[in-house]
């Protein structure tokens, strides 16, 4: 299976939603919009780039859109062998993985996107994009110019970001230039992220990272912070707060998705699938992972480019018996949930759902509830996986768990 990744602020474009509209998946955005109490339909349609720069409305939208895609892949019955997400993209990446649940998401996006605006207020900055040094001469150029300036992604091989004052960003570009860099780029965002510059947004941000649930994680997902892989709900909380002003170290978060993938049980090329707006991130993983296969899933045609990717690895292929479920291969069954809400597993007098791996289901079992109503097991097997997280917004026919038949 693949390794998601979601991009973060600064792939945001205007009408970036429009060819989602009519996807059952657009149903992610009503529901996100009435648990922040904005209007983001009107963000993915209708805003225009200037609106769509703002941090508060760039954060939501982006995450949002990630939600949306993330929401139609899940319904072809694709998980992901781990996750990662570059900057606000490791919100999206952390609901793949089940480690937050879908409001509790939205919320705390919303409040980043709010708390990081407040800062870029107080404290004026930007983020310039430079390509051709490596990440010790930009960190040189930073010192050199003597000022508040930093390194503040790590994108790939010979492509950086630096973040901080205008004039002294500017400042540092120039040395850079003498350093070797052939490019300079503004990044279309709002202020210096990922620098000293965002302190002030912490003590906002852990606030509301104190009073969200996480979730032990279904598959790991690479921070930010140190590329390293987590799968402990309990250590997030640190671990967002220090993204703030901590550098993306994207392209060592790269090298370790590739690794996990190579000791994982997938016997293909390490495929590497972009869950969002505008693909930015495709260009950066095949930089750093030149044999890594790369499909980045912005508008719903991408999603065929998926499937004929993963021909003979996931493609389901229909349910001729009638039952609520769908096949995969000849002895693979898919149990499907029978309306939208939100998934939790269930237990009391009906049954307990078991827990995978290799549990026995017999038909009836109780497997679980979107939103009180119950996810019984149709078929009779082993219980390979539950692909639903507890939290996790569904719809109707969107894969709850995966049996092989018996």
């Given amino acids: 299976m693949p390794a998601f990744v979601f991009p973060g602020q600064g792939s945001q474009r205007p009408g970036m939603g429009r060819s989602w509209r009519d996807h059952p998946s657009w149903d992610v955005v009503q529901d996100a919009s009435h648990v922040a109490g ?25 995450f949002v859109m990630g939600l949306v895609v993330l929401d139609a ?15 606000l993209g490791e919100y999206t990446a952390l609901v793949a993985a089940g480690g937050v649940g879908f409001e509790d998401a939205v919320r705390l996006v919303a409040e980043r996107g709010e708390a990081m605006q407040e800062a870029a207020d107080d404290n004026p900055g930007i983020m310039l994009a430079i390509t051709g040094i490596d990440d010790e001469r930009a960190r040189i150029a930073c010192r050199r110019a003597d000022g508040d300036v930093w390194l503040a992604n790590s994108n790939a091989p010979g492509e950086c970001v630096i973040a901080g004052r205008p004039a002294d960003v500017y400042r540092a570009a120039e040395v850079a230039v003498e350093l070797g860099a052939v490019r300079t780029a503004e990044v279309k965002v709002s202020g210096a992220f990922h620098t000293p510059l965002m302190v002030p947004a912490q003590a ?12 032990p994680l279904a598959v790991p997902v690479v921070a930010n912070v140190d590329s390293l892989p987590h799968d402990a709900g309990d250590e997030w909380p640190s671990l967002l707060s220090a993204q703030l002003r901590s550098p993306v170290r994207w392209r060592q978060s790269v090298l370790s ?13 390490s495929l590497i699938c972009e869950l969002g707006p505008g693909g930015p991130l495709s260009a950066l993983v095949r930089a750093t992972v030149p044999e890594a296969l790369t499909v980045a899933i ?19 292929l229909g349910s001729p018996d009638g039952h609520q479920g769908e ?24 049954g307990t759902s078991p ?19 119950e996810v019984r097991s149709p078929f009779a ?5 539950v692909i639903a997280h507890p939290g996790e917004r569904v719809q109707p026919g969107q894969p709850i768990a995966w049996l092989r038949a018996r």
């Fill in 381 to 385: 097997g082993e219980l390979m996986g």
């Fill in 257 to 269: 998705l590739a690794a996990i993938m190579r000791t994982g049980e997938w016997d293909g090329d």
């Fill in 38 to 62: 904005r209007d983001i339909e009107r963000l993915l349609l209708d805003a225009e780039a200037g609106e769509l720069t703002e941090t508060r409305n760039a954060q939501l939208a982006t």
């Fill in 327 to 350: 096949r995969l291969y000849v002895s693979e069954r898919l149990i499907i949930s029978p309306c939208a809400g939100i998934f939790d597993v269930a237990s009391g007098p009906a």
């Fill in 355 to 373: 827990e995978p791996p290799g549990a026995l289901v017999e038909i009836g079992d109780l497997l679980g509830l979107v939103s009180g109503t």
């Fill in 204 to 215: 906002r941000l852990r606030k509301a990272l104190e009073v969200t649930t996480f979730y």
């Fill in 73 to 87: 892949v899940e319904r072809l019955g694709i998980e992901p062998t781990a996750c990662a997400g570059h900057s």
């Fill in 298 to 316: 912005a508008v719903p045609d991408d999603l065929d480019t998926l499937v004929a990717t993963l021909t003979g690895e996931t493609a389901l």
